[in-house]
């Protein structure tokens, strides 16, 4: 079985604010984009980032919009014996597989992750061959093979990988429990060029109507003294966690977002520039908080890092609210 020829798209190349994005999102990025189709057009969800008390929404493509754009259909996938045996019927229909799987068996993750840490995360799998015991899969921002023990890890083909990730996940009346797994087959002629554009547009006035009522950068400015008293108390582990889950989440949504409004207005559509710099600006911003606070939280001081919040609360005024007033 040879790899695809695949080279990452250009949201995953060149200059980029945050290396690591949205992990659900730079997955889909690259399967749409194996497939012949523009990623673009998907990205018009990142306008509903809220801030959830603890941490920023997760971006992630709706499935609605997947299905409206690519006439991609996710389905959810009944694993009743084997996930190798049902992975390969979906994979021989020429349909892609998603699996929550364990990171330990990915050799294109980065140390340490790659046989030195257990941690769930969702491959995009479209092609097995079980005699040579290879696959290939889209994970993160490009598509890789693995193969031998890796294989039986992924797919829990013995019992002892089984048992393992069981024991990690849970277990019922002592039996490993599967993984939560999804197929999407095409169900329809995916869009392309104006018509494209133009639902991607519709998609993006729906989002704009679900924002959230107050800046998000704003609620989480009141509630950041007490997630630095946090932080301080609990140390340098659990403050790596928090920007995990904050500060990374929301830059590289409005990462996404810049990229997505420079792309509505390389197809005509009368986005203002000061948009899309708001959004980079947010972006941007958002790392420089990421690496002040670390450096403060080092050295034992409490910064609120003021001049990072005051940035990111005019940047994002400046972006969804009159987003919302030129495009509903």
Known sequence: MRARRHRAHELHRGERIWRDGAGPVDLWIELLHGNGL???????????????????????????????????QVQELSVFDSLEERAMVQTRRGNIVLVEVDAFFLPDTRAPSYRSEHAKTTIGIDVIDPDAKRLGYFHHTGYHLLDDDDYDGVLRTSPAHAAEQGGAAGTVHGQALFPHVEFAKRVRDPLAGTALAEVSADLLCAH??????????????????????????RGEAYAR???CNVMHPLGA???????????????????????????????????????????????SKRDLCDAS???????????????????C
């Open 253 to 299: 949504n409005f990462e996404l977002l810049a990229h997505y409004l420079q792309w509505m207005r390389e197809h005509g559509f009368d986005i203002p520039v000061s948009t899309h710099l708001g959004a980079r600006r947010i972006a941007s911003e958002a790392m420089v908080m990421q690496c002040r606070l670390a450096r403060a939280l080092s050295h």
């Open 38 to 72: 523009d990623p673009h057009a998907g990205l018009a969800f990142t306008v509903t980032q809220d801030f959830e008390d603890d941490q920023f929404t997760l971006a992630r493509l709706p499935q609605e919009d997947i299905e409206k754009l690519y006439g991609l």
């Open 309 to 327: 919040f005051d940035a990111m609360q005019e940047a994002y005024d400046r972006v969804v609210a009159p987003l919302a007033a030129i495009v």
């Open 208 to 233: 704009l109507l679900r924002r959230p009522m107050h800046n998000p950068i704003e609620r989480w400015r009141a509630a950041f003294p007490e997630h630095v008293d946090t932080m301080l108390s």
């Open 241 to 243: 966690l928090c920007a």
